[in-house]
T-cell receptor, first 115, second 112 residues
Framework: GAVVSQHPSWVICKSGTSVKIECRSL??????MFWYRQFPKQSLMLMAT?????????EQGVEKDKFLINHASLTLSTLTVTSAHPEDSSFYIC???????????FGDGTRLSIL | LAKTTQPISMDSYEGQEVNITCSHN???????ITWYQQFPSQGPRFIIQ???TKVTNEVASLFIPADRKSSTLSLPRVSLSDTAVYYC?????????????FGDGTTLTVKP
């Protein structure tokens, strides 16, 4: 149980394009979803927290107009990297949590490479 | 948010028990303690979660002292496939908006 699917797992695109990443909880309803970014050999950095039906809460330093998050249902959240540039290249990971006192369950991440 | 401190790295041998301790001195009343395992180019995998005392599941045990300012993940009889980064996460479980911050993690290397 507690499976989180993230898609795509790997994407390469040209600078200036927008990229959408999907995160789905397959066998539970996620009241809260989280988006992280991870650089090589570093820990996960929380980008934003979203609750179903409400606007995402972004961490300090994360541009909300750059990283658009939509938590449209209890099983789906999307992260759109708008007008992506090479510095946005990273490993993006989502997680989902059913209730507040339960652990997060993570997707397998998306490797984003901007040329 | 409670800050966590773990050893940067640990080495072990196959078949040994490994204990990884995490310090979280400013843990709040509502915080739970959760441990994750991460392999390269994958998302973290949930290992175990606890609030106080001892928790055990099929893969690990979690020991939490009464003051909850630290916790110890115990992995019995490790194998080569347990080589990974282990994260201790302390976070607010009181509300759905509660979040956690990842520390630097412990890189465990299991040798034959």
């Amino acid at each position: 149980g507690a499976v989180v699917s993230q898609h795509p797992s790997w994407v390469i695109c040209k600078s200036g394009t927008s990229v959408k990443i999907e995160c789905r909880s397959l066998d539970f309803q996620a009241t809260t979803m989280f988006w992280y970014r991870q650089f090589p050999k570093q820990s996960l950095m929380l980008m934003a927290t979203s609750n179903e039906g409400s606007k995402a809460t972004y961490e300090q330093g994360v541009e909300k107009d750059k990283f658009l998050i939509n938590h449209a249902s209890l099983t789906l959240s999307t992260l759109t990297v708008t007008s992506a540039h090479p510095e946005d290249s990273s490993f993006y990971i989502c997680s989902a949590r059913q209730e507040s006192n339960q652990p997060q369950h993570f997707g397998d991440g998306t490797r984003l490479s901007i040329l | 948010l409670a800050k966590t401190t773990q050893p940067i790295s640990m080495d072990s041998y196959e078949g040994q028990e490994v204990n990884i301790t995490c310090s979280h001195n400013n843990i709040a009343t509502n915080d739970y303690i959760t441990w994750y395992q991460q392999f390269p180019s994958q998302g973290p995998r949930f290992i175990i979660q606890g609030y106080k005392t001892k928790v055990t599941n099929e893969v690990a045990s979690l020991f939490i002292p009464a003051d909850r300012k630290s916790s110890t993940l115990s992995l019995p009889r490790v194998s080569l496939s347990d080589t990974a980064v282990y994260y201790c996460l302390v976070g607010d479980g009181s509300t759905n908006a509660g979040k956690s911050t990842f520390g630097d993690g412990t890189t465990l290397t299991v040798k034959p």
